[in-house]
């Protein structure tokens, strides 16, 4: 049920800062994230997550995997542009695995590392031991 990563809906490589919000989710780098609504880098052009089959993103939805989504400055989920800058559906922008190891996503928190993003690397460093 994982997304492949397909060209952006606004056909054209985005470099933006992006509103996300961290969801509910087993994914060891967002634990200490839940609820929080970041700002991030976006820089891409295949950014949209595309279902392999009809109902996949539901599907992870329902089971609490899609770790991060795009929103807006009110805290809705972002379907269009440009607060959903790769138009991906329910603004999913990453997912995880059921036990939380594996984490996909789009958005770059590694080039804001002075910033509020940096609780995804200490969790996981947490994780490791």
Known sequence: RWPRFARNRSEQFEARRALVE???SPSIFFRDLVGARLGIVVSHGEGR????APGDLAALAAAGQVALGFVDGHG????RYPT???GS?????GVTT???RVTILMPHPERSPRSDWR???HSARAWVG
């Open 89 to 93: 559906p329910g603004g999913v922008t």
């Open 49 to 52: 997550a595309a279902e392999r």
């Open 76 to 79: 809705r989920v972002a379907e």
């Open 22 to 24: 961290v969801r509910p």
């Open 84 to 86: 959903n800058p790769n």
């Open 98 to 100: 059921t036990d939380g």
């Open 119 to 121: 609780a995804m690397f």
